[in-house]
């Protein structure tokens, strides 16, 4: 294998210029072309592809986001649509490509390979960490801990005047992001998507502690977990209380990587491109018990993913 090309699809995730980078330099040191696409598939699609050097990724790897920038592109499940894709590569002699992304990015990538025999190897970038084939994606940790900076200053105000703190994250489908900020900032009450919850005892939890002296609580949401308008309501009505809410929102993708996403950064893109190398066709790189491992995009589909029971346990016990 020559020539091989990266790209960031979906949500963009801190660490994602630190994978590129990764993916560029250990390429280049293995006598390899390497190229970056604009845009994700959607850039594909298009022939933003340009040719890249050392030089490319130099002082990218603290820079949060994607200077390879990212869009969705729904379109790609369309055969047609991925054929214009693989005329692109062609035309530049690419013989492999890593992509970094979520669910969605896989998809197309499996696609690519189903259905054209394009080579492909998926690298987990994003701040959810909802693929179950792996314990971490590149992006969560540093989304968490920016999480952590704004359930550590909203405590301050919430103090001051004794009011309810209601945090809203992202996390649709998975709440993670909710339940590891939850434990590591104390949060008194999480909710999750995955988790039944019952307002009224909450309500009335709260109540209790106001009347033990305790005039703050902070409570987490994942924004699947709930309309938050709707929880807000139950629980000032229940308990009396005033409730204040803050929807972290986009805030939570950007920001610098931190030390582990740039470490996995690291790791999966040199993994990438030795198994293209290799003779890897059509896998995803994920990280078990700290050890990088591989695994058909198949399996990536097939695996469930499995909501920490017992960290929300510990979550709840801890708040008590």
């Known amino acids: 294998m020559e020539r091989i090309a990266v ?32 845009r994700g598939y959607a850039g594909l699609v298009e022939g933003k592809i340009t040719r890249m050097n050392h030089r490319s990724v130099s002082d990218m790897i603290h820079k949060g986001g994607t200077f390879l920038k990212t869009a969705r592109c729904p379109e790609f499940k369309d055969i047609e649509v991925q054929r214009k894709a693989v005329e692109a590569l062609s035309a530049f002699g690419i013989d492999g490509l890593v992509v970094i992304g979520g669910d969605g990015t896989f998809r197309g990538a499996k696609d690519l390979y189903d259905n054209f025999g ?13 693929l179950a084939y792996t314990d971490y994606t590149v992006g969560f940790d540093t989304a968490v801990n920016s999480v952590l900076w704004a359930i550590n200053n909203l405590r301050d105000t919430m103090h001051s005047h004794d009011r309810v703190s209601l945090l ?12 590891y900020a939850g434990v590591a900032g104390g949060a008194e009450y999480v909710l999750v998507p995955e988790i039944p919850y019952d307002l009224d005892a909450i309500a009335s939890s709260i109540k209790k502690s106001y009347l033990r002296g305790k005039t703050s ?8 977990a709930g309309n938050r308008e709707e929880i807000i309501k139950t629980i000032q009505e229940k308990s009396g209380i005033s409730v204040k809410v803050t929807n972290f929102g986009y805030i939570q993708r950007g920001g610098s990587p931190n030390m582990m996403d740039r470490i996995l950064a690291a790791r999966f893109g040199y993994k990438a491109v030795e198994l293209l190398m290799n003779g890897c066709e059509s896998c995803a790189i994920g990280i078990k018990d700290n050890k990088v491992i591989t695994v058909p995009f198949e399996q990536v589909k097939k695996a469930k993913k499995e909501f920490d029971t017992e960290l929300y346990n510990i979550a709840h016990t ?3």
């Open 118 to 130: 394009i080579k492909v190897v998926g690298i987990p970038g994003t701040i959810d960490n909802d």
């Open 168 to 179: 809203e994250v992202m996390g649709r489908h998975c709440g993670d992001i909710a339940l």
């Open 7 to 38: 790209l960031t699809s979906g949500g963009d995730a801190p660490g994602m210029n630190a994978c590129i980078r990764a993916v560029v330099r250990t390429a280049l040191n293995n006598k390899m072309d390497i190229y970056g696409v604009e």
């Open 217 to 224: 609580n902070m409570i987490i949401l994942a924004e699947g």
């Open 318 to 320: 801890l708040s008590l």
